[in-house]
């Protein structure tokens, strides 16, 4: 197939170049001079043959919707536009809507895999009518993993289902990458545990926790195996934000993902006004000692 | 009555206070030289009128069973002895058995209130048997809040019931005092709130949310508006650990008790390891930025 | 002063009698008939004399905003507008700014005190303009309790953060009630402890836990010691939901307010889709025995 | 190698078999007649040349402990006992020193990998002298998965490192288990989502959260695909209670284990206690309706 890719970053370029391995055409654009094949929306377009199939690949939020809003003008009827972000699901509505006055498909997609899914394929949830799935599969085929369809592709439902199962995937990592991490902190809190790595190393093979993301922890702890290069400062991104915000909405409890993005939070925070408020508390009615801030 | 105070600390010279403004004969002891009335427990047991009461006011665990050990072989058949610190409730079973090996009679007492016991009263749980409790009333009344006892004294149970009491009043403790500072946090993060401070002094009457840690939590802010002056560092006492092991011993969900206790491991430490390995899983799948410890 | 109250119910009648009780003249209003004074917002508006002050009391949301949305045809330039429902704060913006275009000022109102608010006056926090406010001190001054202004009220800031303050308000009282549900439930399942609710009751005074939310609880306990006649089944309002949402919008961590919010959750499964997902894993990986749904 | 194997029930028969079918003798023992090779500890200790290698596999607390004092008047200098059970890994220091009182030498062994582990190997985490685990490495060997010895066998430590590393890894396990099942209620929620398990299935291969509980959950999934026929009760083990404990010890913040821990134990309450005491609350302070238990 032909498609226009836009947005060539981490994710974008590695996409493309598992596309054309594949043996699609790929019009690459980004916004930054000299990356793309493109050097702009317009020619892209102009480029495609039509009915065209596109797919963005940019920063959620306002960019999203600014590139999408630009190629809404640029489409025709028949053309077909596969998000592949990580929108908000329910911006998926509002783009649906955008490119459908203009007789543009949408579909939205959920891509996970990171850095490694140019070789090993990325996992896609998607989201839209069943037509344009059919339409777009050789694209999905490609980019999915090798073995059956199912085990790394899915037709989550309607708009917005793709992004709404990636958003939900994501909170689904918050928890469990913080799960190992306090395994990690309690291994390396105790001393009969003469090495934390090699332990966690062990866990690769037979028993219960062994995953991906473990094997992940292991390479990190080969190159550095008490992680003292690094420290404990952790974004987030929006999507264990949004996932505490559908459970709240959908009233579901969620304590072990909604504990996992406060831990991010406070990893960010030099001191805790909270914490702060607690050492006053203390020393008020206790008396107890607080530490003064040029203590520290 | 007469009684012995082993213990002038903080909290057991304010009691003594307390007991002598009522009228009681209190011989204090003190392991610190020059504190106390008598050099000695042995001096002090000398001095007091059989059936001896004794009243421990010393640091919990390998202290208190020291002194109580102790005291078991130089009290006699008939005395009592009232623990007040703040013993875990098994350790009191211990104490009950070596003193009533020795025909004395022993009283767990937990006792709430800090430094402002001494002019408010303190709030006291007491374990153990009922006459022995009635004997040692004339002490729990002077002890108390003036007003109806029943509101600031129980006998909670056998021995033992009154630190069982006191733990979870404190692990109660633990999670009303975070949940002021989560709201703390709130108010000061927000930009069209001028002055948190002011917001939580006007919800001293009226509200809700009256009580009176708020109040202290006023006062604290009325010397520090945003705790300027001190650090996020915040201790924790045994209860509220054992208010958690308890409460994995009877199958009872805490997650707000244990959160706050959580929260202060967090405030202590410098950097933490498992938010280190979240980081540096993310830089493995996702190829995000991680800090160098250097960055700091 | 001569106000206008619009929704009398059990906030709003008692905020109308309070009020009536200090000297004011309260028309009042409800959608339900023959409840208030007139028939009509239009009655009201006709009948209070200009430059007009009028206070909404109705349920938040969808329902506010049409009110508003009907007092911004009905009212006159100068005229006041206060908002005192549980409005999430940034609504506020939107009245506010409804209102201005016809030339009539705002203010929002956080009302805190439920039903013994009639008698011991409510706790608010209000935000606007700081003249607004002082226009409509009389009335505030006749609601709030009895004792300093500033216990009982505060000018928090500009628009919002009257019902910002108000919010966060109630997250820290999800998070007292839990901390002191999960006390009571420590009690309860230890049997050293004879009587939950008498230890509870003298937790009123002297202790570090006294509060007015504990006070509630030994009345309730009064009613009925062991809560036999009533089920777990716990509500929850928008504004603990708000807390959790702003929390994560300003990344404070908030894991008290969350896991209080979360147990309402809980609180109202009848069965619990994750805890079946936790269940049939176990028995997939250890061949542990799951609870057919036919036993329960 | 020779082994004598105590305890035969699901995982002790399955090991049995997996050493033997690697070329070991086995002689098995189990308190249930009939099951074993032999009908007493005696008579397996008569069974096997010296020095000999016994392991228990029997249930942690009492029972290995009663089996582990017996043993040690069976067994004679040089001989050694490897306890893979759960034993709580302070149980094995005293295990330990039983044994060497009579010369005989211990090592504890965490395994991992529940009903699969016969076919795909277990997971070993181990504990004692070097030596020793040299000694066992046959037995240790084919119990683990085939590849690389380091990834399913690791030497954690001295005595009771392999059990506090087990129990590390059931803590973390509980984690994750609570992830994926927090995230299928959420799909579950969501009518978006057409179908749940073709999203987790779909999960499988290419994504972040790919693992072997993943597919296990969508193998569960396979057979009940909305959990229609199973309850949401979830038993715990020891190990999840243990993990805390350890937390709380080394002051280690686990806000996920722990929140995962109480997610089970509020799934075995019919009515909770504490949930029943905020519904009260609220009643008491807002008016607001309680369910009667007789609405059930």
Partial sequence: ??????????????????????????????????????????????RLPGPRTVWTMVPAGEITRGVIDELAGLLEEGDLLIEGGNSRFDDDDRHAEVLAARGVAYLDCGVSGGVWGRTEGYGLMVGGAESDVARAMPIFDSLRPAGPRENGFVHAGPTGAGHYAKMVHNGIEYGLMQAYAEGYELLAAESRIAAPDKVMTAWQSGTVVRSWLLELLVAALGEDPAFAAITDYVEDSGEGRWTIEEAIDHAVPTPVIAAALFARFSSR??????????????????GHHVHASSED
């Fill in 269 to 286: 925070q030099d001191q805790s006004p909270a914490m702060k408020a607690v050492a006053a508390l203390r020393q008020q009615f206790g």
């Fill in 1 to 46: 197939m032909e498609i226009g890719l836009i947005g060539l970053g981490r994710m974008g370029a590695n996409m493309r170049d598992r596309l054309r391995a594949d043996g699609h055409t790929v019009v690459g654009y980004d916004a930054a001079p000299g990356i793309g094949d493109v050097d702009s929306l317009a020619e892209m377009v102009a």
